[in-house]
């Protein structure tokens, strides 16, 4: 690494094993990082950054985990928006 603060954290053996990883456990990766809030964003670059999963399989496999994230969260709301319309 060219910068030396982050060069003595960030080198080129850990930037080796985190590529294998990725590339290794690609989707199971992404899959996770759905439910990680502070975690996801970099997870998504860093995976579209070394093309460890193609864009298809990405979608597909965050979707899914989406689905499980976020329809239970939404229904919870929509049914709770509908009581205290009701209730008023």
Known sequence: MKNRWIGRF??????????DKVFRHGPW???????????R????????MTRSIGYLQFVLVDGS????????????SAQDGQEI????
């Open 65 to 76: 985990a989406a689905l499980i994230d976020v329809v239970p969260d939404e229904s919870n």
């Open 29 to 39: 990766i992404v899959f996770a990082a759905r439910f990680m809030p502070g975690l």
């Open 10 to 19: 960030v080198t080129e053996g850990r930037i080796e094993t985190l590529r």
């Open 85 to 88: 319309y009701c209730n008023s």
């Open 41 to 48: 964003s970099p997870i998504f670059i860093v995976t579209g």
